[in-house]
């Protein structure tokens, strides 16, 4: 079956930095994409970053380009996402997902792709 869950949510001031890991388990990393999302309070859900099964294609969104870093570890089948210089606006629950497209170390890496695997979510809050 497969499986997402995130951690590494907290508090944060703005101007800080978190990291997030998205444990995955059930399949391989070399077979699908994974995205994050995020979701604030009233607004509508957005694509963050993503990385393909290949490993070497990502995609950010251009709110947080230059700022997060997306990567991941095939042996731990674990996915990161690096936040830095952190501002209020990022504040949101963080989703990592996996588009439903099974192709093996592909550069397809969409934040439009209708059907995905999810997690639950972790909070991220930035605020003084």
């Known amino acids: 079956q497969l499986q997402l869950r995130e951690s590494g949510g907290g508090l944060v001031q703005p101007g800080g930095s978190l990291r997030l890991t998205c444990a995955t388990s059930g399949f391989s990393l070399e077979y699908y994409a994974i995205i994050w999302f995020r979701q604030a309070p009233g607004k509508e859900r957005e694509g963050v970053s993503c990385i393909s099964s290949s490993g070497d294609f990502t995609n950010y969104a251009d709110s947080v380009k230059d700022r997060f870093t997306i990567s991941r570890n095939i042996d731990d089948d674990l996915v990161y996402l690096q936040m830095h210089n952190l501002k209020p606006e990022d504040t949101a629950v963080y989703y990592c997902?996996?588009?439903?497209?099974?192709?093996?170390?592909?550069?397809?890496?969409?934040?439009?792709?209708?059907?995905?695997?999810w997690g639950q979510g972790t909070q991220v809050t930035v605020s003084s």
């Open positions: 997902a996996a588009p439903k497209v099974r192709q093996f170390r592909s550069a397809f890496c969409p934040f439009g792709y209708e059907e995905h695997y």
